[in-house]
């Protein structure tokens, strides 16, 4: 039997249990601004560790500067994001086109991608993306995609190039642990990745992964303060590398500095100015610093000692 649904009212004095309100007009503004289940539900806790000590009572405006903070962290990573994907995609294109020398974008990607040797983990990883390939173009003609309806509906082979377009981020990580080793370390070596244990190439299918959990988390305007958006568990190469490459200790990546860092470093790869990197890193500095004046109390859970000691590092390394 489903229960009764909660008013305004009800809502207040539920919140009220958890957290101090000062003023109900304006717990009422926070539900209609934030929501119930998406503001004070999902902001209330971090993930992985206590939100404010136990001596301490959390207020709604802590919920609100967490909220406020976590809308400019989304805001700052997001046109990163949108320049890193372009920019890697189109990196994995070059290396194919001149491994193949093949146009027509499925017999490019069979090339690309070499035998299996009879290995079944490999095999299935390829027929996995081979569906959703084939999902995807579908998806995309349905939807009216000029790409897709121009290609098809003149019965013509779809170019590698502009194939790619239309792999969507999910799945660029997907296809990159395909491709052939020999393909793998053009990309990886021309995009300057390097990690001793990393003799497979595959650490850029590593960052992939993340990045598409980080921007999906953002596209879909969901909390990433806390991590939480994570789908898989990163690999121990991804955090030595992170670590090895921006003189940092304790990458876990269940911190969001992890992820900034992260994100400055392949920007930093991929030929950004030193200028652009530090404007970047010192507007996320800019916006904790900010976010620990309005609420010491919740701030101690997301962020320690780190940031400012190794963003100073890093831009001078640059």
């Not at 539900?41 to 959390?58: A, D, E, I, L």
Request: aromatic content about 12%; charged content about 25%; hydrophobic content about 40%.
């Amino acid at each position: 039997m489903v229960d009764k649904p909660l008013g305004i009212v009800e809502l207040i004095n539920e919140m009220g249990k958890k957290v101090k309100i000062d003023n109900d007009d304006d717990a009422e503004n926070f539900i209609k601004n934030f929501g119930y289940f998406h503001g004070y539900k999902g902001y209330r806790f971090f993930k992985g560790c206590k939100s404010v000590p136990s001596n301490q009572t959390m207020g709604l405006k802590d919920i609100e500067s967490l909220i406020e903070l976590d809308s400019k962290l989304k805001e700052l990573l997001y046109p990163q994001i949108s320049f890193l994907e372009p920019s890697i995609r189109n990196r994995i294109l070059i290396s194919i086109l001149k491994e193949t020398n093949e146009c027509d974008g499925y017999l490019s990607l069979r090339k690309a991608f070499g035998p299996s040797s009879g290995d079944n983990k490999k095999v299935g990883s390829k027929i996995r993306f081979w569906q959703q390939i084939y999902g995807e173009v579908n998806k995309a003609y349905l939807a009216h995609n000029r790409i897709a309806e121009y290609y098809l509906n003149c019965d013509r082979s779809i170019p590698i190039w502009s194939l790619m377009e239309l792999i969507t981020f999910g799945n660029l990580g997907h296809l990159y642990e395909n491709l052939s080793v020999a393909i793998r370390q053009s990309v990886s070596e021309g995009m300057g990745i390097k990690e001793k244990s990393d003799k497979e190439y595959m650490l850029l299918s590593d960052i992939l992964f993340l990045l598409k959990d980080l921007r999906n988390a953002i596209s879909h305007n969901n909390a990433v303060y806390d991590c939480r958006f994570i789908t898989r568990n990163p690999k121990k190469r991804i955090k030595r590398f992170t670590e090895n490459s921006c003189s940092i200790n304790n990458v876990h990546f269940t911190q969001i500095f992890d992820f900034v860092i992260l994100v400055a470093l392949i920007l930093k790869l991929l030929g950004r100015s030193k200028e652009y990197i530090t404007h970047y890193l010192y507007s996320f500095r800019d916006a904790v610093d900010e976010f620990k004046k309005s609420s010491a109390i919740m701030s101690n859970g997301i962020f320690d000692s780190r940031i400012n000691g190794t963003i100073k590092k890093f831009v001078a390394a640059i």
